[in-house]
């Protein structure tokens, strides 16, 4: 069975710095797809970034980047030079490959930037 | 682009009710997605169909039908609202390919039950 984990609940940083979200993972399947989201105070959730298991350089998008430790089935997410509009929830999510389940969600890390 | 619209917006109903939430998207992507989401929870998923006329039960399917009778359309019904409920039902859609599952998010159906 798929799970995902978000032991994070909340973070705060100062504006500029750089912050780390953490999400680990469990499956039995040998690919799959990992992401990220981003749930803002109005409540809109919109696509981050994602990882494909059988690609071993991490992805970036912006000021996004991954950090994709397979042994560790791991996958964090790194936001560089944050802004105070980064402040948010930010969801973890795993979709295996070889089936036709949905993607199961983290419970959400809530991101406060501070000025 | 495409877009995601969830009616109604916001939905206030009685105890024991049957409420119906809809959901239309014109990505043309074959999979759509119902969750539910109480206030600092995360998403749980409730029902999911990857074509037209299909239907998968997700975590938290019981009190809860759905139909996906056209392809850009998906829509959940709360067979009996409980009495104090609140939450927010979120749809979703994403294509199968090269983009597999990323998730597109519609605006959110706010519904509370008196």
């Known amino acids: 069975a798929q799970k995902v984990t978000q032991t994070q609940t909340s973070i705060s940083v100062m504006e500029k710095t750089t912050v780390t979200m953490d999400c680990v993972y469990e499956?039995?399947?040998?690919?799959?797809?990992l992401f990220w989201y981003k749930q803002t105070a109005s409540g809109e959730i919109v696509f981050l970034i994602r990882q494909d298991s059988y690609k071993k350089e991490n992805a970036t998008e912006g000021h996004y980047s991954l950090n994709f430790q397979k042994p560790k089935s791991s996958i964090g997410l790194i936001i560089t030079a944050t802004q105070i509009e980064d402040s948010a929830v930010y969801f973890c999510a795993m979709r295996e490959r070889n089936n036709n389940n949905a993607p199961r969600f983290g419970a959400g890390t809530k991101l406060s930037v501070k000025p | 682009g495409g877009i995601i619209t969830q009616t109604p917006k916001f939905l206030i109903g009685q105890e024991g009710q049957k409420l119906t939430l809809k959901c239309q998207q014109n990505?043309?992507?074959?999979?759509m997605y119902w969750y539910r989401q109480d206030s600092g929870k995360g998403l749980r998923l409730i029902y999911y169909?990857?074509?037209?006329?299909?239907?998968q039960k997700g975590d938290l399917s019981e009190g809860y039908d759905a139909s996906r009778e056209k392809k850009s359309s998906f829509s959940l019904t709360v067979t009996s609202a409980q009495k104090n409920e609140m939450a927010v039902f979120l749809c979703a859609s994403s294509i199968s390919g090269q983009n597999q599952d990323t998730q597109y998010f519609g605006p959110g159906t706010r519904l509370l039950v008196l």
């Open positions: 499956t039995r399947d040998s690919s799959y797809f």
């Open positions: 169909s990857i074509t037209e006329n299909d239907l």
């Open positions: 990505f043309n992507h074959d999979t």
